[in-house]
């Protein structure tokens, strides 16, 4: 009888090959329906005439000569240039603190982490009311007499001040995102690895820089990808902080659609940050490949 249904079961066609893909088929129908093609309906909403749909560069040439672009541009650039390094150095540094399970390592975790949950807009109100004239910073210098007089952060007189206010934000905002990808990837490399070393005479800075972060490249490569995409499109921090004073292509992709009625340029500056991205996320692929990935 058994041999029977041995048999049986093997003359049963197998149904493995096909699981990989059903499993995937959700996550793929979403990626499909709310990414890809809205991202194709904006590519080319902002290459096509409203009346007709026949292709044109106007609404291109429109954003490029916004009076807003350029500095959209370049703040943008700046803010991603100065908060992802940064965010990138904090993050590896909280999680190879809390890879070696100090005591009270999930609790340093916990609070590290709080920020997650913190929105881009409730995050900029918070810092707000820090940096404003009247706001946490000014009465504490002035309690301790480091100013005479309250100074004002976020001033149209002080762009530095003001991008500063808003990578600071962002630091403390999105840093725990990198911090939570690299401490899964730390938890993936095996100690031997870390006490062979040890057994062979190398230092921690050597184990860290020739052993650590080699396996960890994959981790920081995607952690990185995500933040920096993020970054590209950051927005509701720097109205909330800044206003208009420090113009981001993703406002002025908002600003577009919704003050200026006009759903082509808006779209003009969703594709170039899409483009942006997609650049950064190349670079990213190609420097911090594997070699595995590199052969």
């Not at 893909?21 to 709310?34: D, E, I, M």
């Not at 916004?66 to 909280?94: C, E, G, K, N, S």
């Not at 004239?133 to 002035?142: F, S």
């Not at 057994?199 to 052993?211: D, K, P, Y």
């Amino acid at each position: 009888m058994d041999l029977a249904d041995g048999g049986h079961q093997q003359g049963k066609p197998r149904s493995e090959p096909t699981t990989p893909y059903l499993l995937v088929l959700p996550s793929a129908a979403y990626l499909v329906l709310f990414v890809f093609y809205p991202m194709v309906q904006a590519v080319l909403l902002s290459v096509t005439e409203p009346r007709t749909g026949t292709f044109t560069l106007e609404h291109l040439r429109r954003m490029v000569t916004d009076l807003h672009f350029w500095p959209a541009l370049r703040y943008t650039v700046l803010i991603t240039a100065l908060a992802v390094p940064i965010q990138a150095a904090l993050a590896l540094a909280m999680a190879l603190l809390i890879n070696t399970r100090f005591p009270g390592h999930p609790y340093f975790l916990y609070v590290c982490a709080i920020p997650l949950a913190v929105s881009d807009l409730a995050a900029g109100l918070i810092w707000l009311s820090l940096f404003t004239e009247r706001g946490y910073l000014n009465a504490i210098l002035l309690r301790v007499g480091l100013l005479s007089s309250p100074f004002n952060f976020l001033s149209y007189e002080s762009p530095g001040w003001l991008v500063g206010a808003i990578v600071a934000t962002e630091v403390w905002r999105a840093t725990a995102i990198v911090m939570v990808v690299l401490v899964a990837g730390l938890q993936l490399i095996p100690r031997d690895y870390a006490e062979t070393a040890a057994v062979f005479g190398a230092s921690a800075w050597r184990t860290l820089w020739h052993v650590t972060l080699p396996l960890l490249r994959s981790s920081l490569q995607t952690a990185l990808i995500i933040r920096t995409v993020l970054a590209f499109q950051l927005f509701a921090t720097v109205v909330t902080l800044s206003g208009r004073l420090v113009p981001v292509l993703a406002g002025e992709t908002y600003f577009w659609y919704s003050l200026y009625r006009n759903p082509h340029v808006a779209s003009a500056y969703a594709t170039l940050v899409l483009l942006l991205s997609a650049a950064v996320t190349w670079v990213y692929l190609r420097t911090l490949r594997t070699p595995e990935e590199a052969a």
